[in-house]
């Protein structure tokens, strides 16, 4: 996980690259290279008289071994690329590993207005009207690496602006098949089109009927910029992820014409999340995915990491895959309409986070609760923030939960049973239970660890002041039963996470039964 401190522009002959590689960079105070003028430099000659006298071939070369040394520079940087660059894959790979590739891209005609006769570029031929239109076609699969796609259609100084908005602050997770951003902005929903694949000409949206005003402003800012755009509204909730929502939703992308370079919107809460990321790793045996969260928990949480899937009957998230959307696009402006009960249990995931790494979040908590329990955008976009950064963190390093992911589910152990032993409904949120589960695994933690008992008095300073874990009655008896069900909880062997100190989680601690059974009555109001 990284900030965004790389950014690379692509695109055909007369998209604007250094031209805008070089307001971008202004606009920063980064600075802005342009790989051909570097080759220049360094060989004394000029690209195309290069690739007149040596051959295309050659000057790939040079090409590639000049944007490694670029690469390699310290500090951050807006590089304006070659237009052929991008056709060679160690190009790609690169590109893709190391920055955040935008894809310049304007309409033809525009394209070569701006070119004119093309007299200095030799890869266009005699016939500049002829050669972008059969460039387009040949780089369209080359293009779409692409992290984000810009119109330059309108003047340099707005594409600029544009490019800057949507990688300002943004997180990069690095993944070994692909790095993706979360973006986190007041106005991000008008630019979730920016993140789709380079050539998808369809969206299936999915979205929750709770959101309707933002549906109808994704749907018309989709629209307006040319994708074919089908909406399914659903009623977000645990009842929509069954295997037959998602088998009607996979036949009514099917009705709607999506082929594999379209893309699944998903527009709502964690359930929404989980099941468009199914559908759209299923479709197709995979299709592109974007996801726009709507609720506070699946900002901080659901929404990051790529584990998708439905429940069964024999209990919850128990069919699915591990899909990586192609980015997670947090507008905090639509929390406006969360009601406050679930909107507060999400606090319970930001307090674990100051819990179990050594953050800026402990600050912001302690500073700034009631600013954030208000809603108060700069407030919740800071926090949204720093928690994506620290779950894409933890993920980025352990994809398919191997080892360190483990430390997200602090306060679960106990969690989990509770919500099993509430029934899995609006008796009990995950949050809330999550909360009690963490109050628990503290009281754990001091006792089995030395935890000092200051931390974790803190984080149940923290929870009561959201209002979480305060009226949970259940009997400790029956809660125990369900974790006695899951083997790895209770007992001597495997099992728990707990703190050394706050910020120093450990996985897999051994907790005796009766150890357990004493932090359950201490949390559990009878
Ligand atoms: N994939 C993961 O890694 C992961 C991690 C944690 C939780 N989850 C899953 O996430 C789900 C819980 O997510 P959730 O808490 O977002 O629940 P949710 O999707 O059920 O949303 C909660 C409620 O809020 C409504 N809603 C959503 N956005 C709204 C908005 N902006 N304004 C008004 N109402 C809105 C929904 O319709 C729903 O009624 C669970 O199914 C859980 O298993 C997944």
Same mark, same amino acid.
């Given at each position: 996980?990284?900030?965004?401190?790389?950014?690379?522009?692509?695109?055909?002959?007369?998209?604007?690259?250094?031209?805008?590689?070089?307001?971008?960079?202004?606009?920063?105070?980064?600075?802005?290279?342009?790989?051909?003028?570097?080759?220049? #430099?360094?060989?004394?000659?000029?690209?195309?008289?290069?690739?007149?006298?040596?051959?295309?071939?050659?000057?790939?070369?040079?090409?590639?071994?000049?944007?490694? $040394?670029?690469?390699?520079?310290?500090?951050?940087?807006?590089?304006?690329?070659?237009?052929?660059?991008?056709?060679?894959?160690?190009?790609?790979?690169?590109?893709?590993?190391?920055?955040?590739?935008?894809?310049?891209?304007?309409?033809?005609?525009?394209?070569?207005?701006?070119?004119?006769?093309?007299?200095?570029?030799?890869?266009? +031929?005699?016939?500049?009207?002829?050669?972008?239109?059969?460039?387009?076609?040949?780089?369209?699969?080359?293009?779409?690496?692409?992290?984000?796609?810009?119109?330059?259609?309108?003047?340099?100084?707005?594409?600029?602006?544009?490019?800057?908005?949507?990688?300002?602050?943004?997180?990069?997770?690095?993944?070994?098949?692909?790095?993706?951003?979360?973006?986190?902005?007041?106005?991000?929903?008008?630019?979730?089109?920016?993140?789709?694949?380079?050539?998808?000409?369809?969206?299936?949206?999915?979205?929750?009927?709770?959101?309707?005003?933002?549906?109808?402003?994704?749907?018309?800012?989709?629209?307006?910029?040319?994708?074919?755009?089908?909406?399914? @509204?659903?009623?977000?909730?645990? $009842?929509? #992820?069954?295997?037959?929502?998602?088998?009607?939703?996979?036949?009514?992308?099917?009705?709607?014409?999506? $082929?594999?370079?379209? *893309?699944?919107?998903?527009?709502?809460?964690?359930?929404?999340?989980?099941?468009?990321?199914?559908?759209?790793?299923? %479709?197709?045996?995979?299709?592109?995915?974007?996801?726009?969260?709507?609720?506070?928990?699946?900002?901080?949480?659901?929404?990051?990491?790529? /584990?998708?899937?439905?429940?069964?009957?024999? &209990?919850? =998230?128990?069919?699915?895959?591990?899909?990586?959307?192609?980015?997670?696009? !947090?507008?905090?402006?639509?929390?406006?309409? @969360?009601?406050?009960?679930?909107?507060?249990?999400?606090?319970?995931?930001?307090?674990? %986070?100051?819990?179990?790494?050594?953050?800026?979040?402990? &600050?912001?908590?302690?500073?700034?609760?009631?600013?954030?329990?208000?809603?108060?955008?700069?407030?919740?976009?800071?926090?949204?923030?720093?928690? !994506?950064?620290?779950?894409?963190?933890?993920?980025?390093?352990?994809?398919?939960?191997?080892? =360190?992911?483990?430390?997200?589910? %602090?306060?679960?152990?106990?969690?989990?049973?509770?919500?099993?032993?509430?029934?899995?409904?609006?008796?009990?949120?995950?949050?809330?239970?999550?909360?009690?589960?963490?109050?628990?695994?503290?009281?754990?933690?001091?006792?089995?660890?030395? !935890?000092?008992? +200051?931390?974790?008095?803190?984080?149940?300073?923290?929870?009561?002041? *959201?209002?979480?874990?305060?009226?949970?009655?259940?009997?400790?008896?029956?809660?125990?039963?369900?974790?006695?069900?899951? /083997?790895?909880?209770?007992?001597?062997?495997?099992?728990?996470?707990?703190?050394?100190?706050?910020?120093?989680?450990?996985?897999?601690?051994?907790?005796?039964?009766?150890?357990?059974?004493?932090?359950?009555?201490?949390?559990?109001?009878?």
């Amino acid at each position: 996980m990284s900030a965004v401190r790389r950014i690379a522009l692509v695109g055909l002959p007369g998209s604007g690259k250094s031209t805008i590689a070089r307001l971008i960079a202004q606009r920063l105070g980064w600075d802005a290279v342009d790989i051909d003028d570097e080759i220049a #430099k360094t060989s004394g000659r000029s690209p195309a008289s290069i690739i007149t006298a040596d051959g295309e071939a050659a000057f790939r070369d040079l090409e590639l071994i000049t944007l490694e $040394q670029v690469l390699r520079r310290p500090g951050p940087l807006v590089i304006a690329c070659g237009g052929g660059l991008i056709t060679q894959a160690a190009a790609r790979r690169l590109l893709t590993g190391l920055a955040t590739v935008v894809w310049l891209d304007a309409a033809d005609d525009l394209l070569i207005g701006r070119v004119g006769d093309g007299a200095d570029r030799p890869m266009l +031929g005699r016939s500049v009207a002829a050669a972008i239109p059969q460039l387009r076609g040949t780089r369209a699969r080359a293009h779409q690496v692409a992290h984000l796609r810009v119109s330059t259609g309108d003047a340099p100084e707005g594409v600029a602006a544009r490019v800057i908005a949507a990688t300002d602050g943004a997180i990069r997770i690095n993944l070994a098949e692909r790095a993706y951003h979360v973006e986190v902005r007041p106005g991000a929903l008008d630019d979730v089109v920016l993140h789709l694949p380079g050539g998808a000409t369809r969206v299936a949206l999915l979205a929750d009927r709770a959101v309707r005003p933002a549906t109808e402003r994704l749907v018309a800012s989709l629209r307006s910029s040319g994708i074919a755009t089908t909406v399914f @509204q659903v009623p977000g909730g645990e $009842q929509l #992820k069954t295997w037959a929502t998602a088998g009607r939703l996979l036949a009514r992308l099917g009705t709607a014409g999506l $082929q594999r370079n379209d *893309c699944v919107v998903a527009l709502g809460g964690g359930t929404v999340g989980d099941v468009a990321g199914f559908v759209a790793a299923t %479709y197709l045996r995979g299709i592109a995915w974007v996801n726009v969260p709507t609720t506070l928990l699946a900002m901080v949480d659901s929404g990051i990491g790529g /584990k998708t899937g439905v429940n069964l009957t024999r &209990g919850k =998230n128990l069919a699915g895959a591990i899909w990586q959307p192609r980015a997670v696009i !947090c507008d905090p402006e639509v929390l406006a309409t @969360q009601d406050d009960r679930s909107f507060r249990s999400a606090f319970a995931e930001i307090v674990k %986070y100051s819990m179990i790494v050594d953050t800026s979040l402990v &600050g912001d908590l302690d500073g700034n609760l009631d600013r954030l329990l208000r809603r108060e955008s700069d407030a919740l976009t800071a926090a949204i923030r720093e928690s !994506c950064a620290i779950k894409a963190a933890i993920v980025s390093g352990d994809e398919r939960e191997a080892g =360190n992911r483990a430390v997200l589910n %602090y306060g679960h152990t106990v969690g989990h049973a509770l919500e099993a032993a509430a029934g899995f409904g609006d008796r009990l949120l995950h949050g809330e239970a999550v909360a009690v589960g963490m109050r628990a695994a503290g009281a754990l933690s001091v006792q089995v660890l030395g !935890c000092p008992p +200051g931390d974790i008095a803190w984080q149940d300073e923290m929870i009561g002041r *959201c209002g979480l874990a305060t009226t949970t009655v259940f009997d400790p008896g029956r809660v125990l039963d369900h974790m006695r069900a899951d /083997k790895k909880a209770v007992g001597d062997r495997l099992g728990w996470v707990l703190l050394e100190a706050r910020g120093r989680p450990r996985t897999g601690v051994p907790v005796p039964e009766h150890a357990v059974a004493g932090a359950l009555d201490a949390v559990l109001a009878r």
